[in-house]
Every structure is written in structure tokens, then in C-alpha cells.
């Protein structure tokens, strides 16, 4: 790998953690700056919004407030940068705490993200959340 290779990976990865912070500290500013203007969000695999970055933080900012707490956790990015363009993959585990729950919650699934490289750097202009599990769901039956 190119030196420069290795700089767009450390910087997407370190745009994916800043998006789990801007997620768990309900921090909107800062999930804002993940993304460019227009970008398209879609968290319809988890039963959330779909649209565009400042439909989803409206919604966030409505909805997010009865969770606890969230712990998001990103791991295994794959990043596949062509120039200024870049898809990557990357695995989430996210703990949490949800409302009228007393035992904790867990999900995991991808992030799909197709980013461009920005005078600011890289920013994210679609993502697309692949929830393959969830373990304690509200509403699921107790053993």
C-alpha cells in the first residue's frame, strides 16, 4: 500500500468513528459533519428513517432521546478508494440501553457508506445500515 493509501484509510476510518461518537453522545452537529449536504441515509433494515441528512437528524433529534445510552463499536473497514471516490464496508456491534427495558440490548450488521473526498476530507454522501441481528428487541417475546 502507497503512503497515501494508508493517510485516506486512517482518515475514513477515523470519519466512521466520529460518526459512532456523533451517534452515542447524540451529538447532531457532529453527525452532521459526517456527511455532505446532500446526503442520502437510510436506516430502513432497523425499522428507522430513511432521507436525507437533515431529515434524518430531525428525526434523530426527536426519537434518540429516550435511549439511554449507546455504545456503537466499528470494526473490519474495508475501504475500496478510486481517486477522490471511496465505498467502504464496515462491521457495527452497539450495545444500548432502550426505554422500558431493564436488560441491555444488542445489534450488529454493516455500514455501507460511498464517500467523497472533500476540501474538508472525506464525507460520506450515502449510507446505507445492514442490521443483521438484534438481540432483546422491544417488543420481542422473553423466553
Given at each position: 500500500m502507497n503512503p497515501a493509501g494508508a493517510s485516506d484509510?486512517?482518515?475514513i476510518a477515523r470519519l466512521l468513528y466520529r460518526y459512532a461518537r456523533?451517534?452515542?453522545t447524540k451529538d447532531w452537529e457532529?453527525?452532521?459533519s459526517v456527511f455532505t449536504d446532500d446526503a442520502h441515509i437510510d436506516y430502513s433494515s432497523a425499522g428507522a428513517i430513511v432521507g436525507t441528512r437533515d431529515e434524518v437528524v430531525d428525526w434523530f433529534a426527536a426519537n434518540f432521546g429516550v435511549i439511554g445510552w449507546s455504545m456503537h463499536y466499528i470494526t473490519n473497514i474495508?475501504?475500496?478508494i478510486s481517486g477522490d471516490t471511496a465505498t467502504v464496508?464496515?462491521?457495527f456491534y452497539n450495545p444500548m440501553q432502550l426505554p422500558g427495558m431493564t436488560a441491555m440490548s444488542t445489534c450488529g450488521g454493516y455500514?455501507?457508506?460511498e464517500l467523497v473526498r472533500t476540501p474538508d476530507g472525506w464525507r460520506s454522501r450515502r449510507l446505507r445500515e445492514e442490521n443483521v441481528w438484534f438481540d432483546n428487541a422491544?417488543?420481542?417475546p422473553t423466553a
Open positions: 484509510d486512517a482518515e456523533a451517534v452515542d457532529l453527525y452532521r474495508e475501504s475500496d464496508r464496515a462491521m455500514y455501507h457508506h422491544p417488543g420481542a
